[in-house]
């Protein structure tokens, strides 16, 4: 078994990326994308099921598990891979984007932030000390440092005053993570969509020292293509060779946007959140299985798709278990819907190898616009 943390980047092709995450619990294959167990399960799937899509890691969520069952229960009980049974890597991310997010509930300090629960209204300090002490009683193989994350838009003093709150934040998860073999802490990138304050960000991040850097700050509300012009210089502003993982995205084309300009990891609730609603990815665009359309349609959601939603069941029963609201409908789609996120990264793992990104990005694109009202 791996005894250290490394990265092997193992080819390029413009800026898109693809290597491999070296962990003492196994290998990450880059481009990857990490499903979210927020309560230390991905909603509606086993475990078993999540690794037969191809996922190499999930991410947990800080906030919530620090609220339930509590950091120190899951510690005592063994820590959060056997406790949710997932044996393989596992990021955690630091509980300040849900922190940030509870708005009125919540106060901002230099020493770090004071909220309410949301579910029984006690009082909490989330510190970056604090933060550090919750990833390691959970036993995370990827330790996210603690930062503050504004909403977009918002005013560049705003932006510039929390981009160094978060870097002073940094320094300070640095010093409380500590050395621990095996595990890794990742510095967050903060500066909006200033160009010269991302600067300033990664500079700091680099002074410091981490294991991978993450762009964070996106994907909250300030649209693709702005995400995406951010991205074309950010990325490039962190180690070439470390791990560069966007937080929080995305939809297909935001995750083939963001390996284009040389993002190595991805998150988001997308695939499973969707699956439950009746929200189905396919190669050729989003299918919606409650429209009635489906109710007599007896071909799978994608004739190409090695799911067991897609082999083993017709659009016709998928539409029935929706509309009937049993609880097969969000599994089977969720499952859908994770095996198309993985496979989606298994393609541009190996176009990147084989040096042929661009023209299978056109065909991906190609293939979305068709849309899905015709058959396959």
């Known amino acids: 078994m791996q005894k250290t943390f490394g990265f092997d980047l193992k080819a390029t092709d413009g800026k898109a990326r693809t290597g491999v995450i070296s962990t003492p619990r196994g290998e990450i294959r880059t481009p990857a994308f990490m499903p979210v167990g927020t309560a230390a399960t991905v909603k509606a799937m086993m475990p078993e099921s999540v690794r037969e899509t191809g996922a190499d890691i999930l991410l947990g969520n800080t906030y919530h598990l620090m609220l339930r069952p509590t950091a120190e229960r899951i510690d005592r009980l063994g820590g959060l891979h056997t406790f949710m049974n997932w044996e393989r890597p596992i990021l955690t991310d630091s509980g300040g984007f849900q922190v940030m997010s509870l708005a009125g509930l919540r106060k901002l300090t230099e020493e770090g932030v004071t909220f309410a629960s949301h579910i029984d209204g006690s009082k909490h300090l989330l510190t970056p000390e604090r933060s550090m002490e919750i990833q390691r009683l959970l036993g995370s193989d990827i330790v996210m440092c603690f930062d503050e994350c504004p909403a977009l838009p918002a005013e560049r003093d705003r932006i510039r005053d929390s981009m160094e709150l978060s870097m002073r934040w940094a320094a300070r998860s640095r010093d409380a993570f500590g050395d621990r073999p095996g595990h890794a802490l990742f510095g967050i990138q903060q500066g909006g969509l200033e160009e010269d304050l991302r600067g300033e960000s ?61 993002i190595d990891m991805m998150d988001c609730v997308l695939p499973s959140r969707s699956g439950r609603t009746g929200q189905a990815f396919t190669r050729r665009g989003v299918v919606n299985i409650k429209n009635a359309r489906h109710a007599d349609d007896p071909r799978p959601l994608d004739e190409t798709c090695r799911c067991p939603a897609c082999r083993n069941y017709s659009r016709a029963y998928l539409h029935h278990v929706f509309r009937s609201n049993e609880m097969i409908s969000g599994m089977l789609l969720t499952w859908h819907n994770l095996t198309y996120f993985q496979d989606l990264m298994a393609e541009m793992r190996a176009a990147i190898a084989e040096a042929r990104f661009e023209a299978w990005e056109a065909e991906f694109h190609a293939m979305q616009a068709l849309g899905d009202i015709e058959p396959l």
């Open 202 to 262: 990664a500079a700091a991040l680099k002074s410091i020292g981490f294991d991978g850097y993450a762009v964070g700050g996106l994907a909250v509300g300030e649209g693709q293509e702005a995400m995406f012009g951010c991205l074309d210089y950010a990325p490039d502003m962190l180690p070439v060779d470390k791990p560069r993982y966007l937080m929080g995205v995305g939809k297909p084309s935001d995750i083939v946007g963001a390996v284009k300009r040389g």
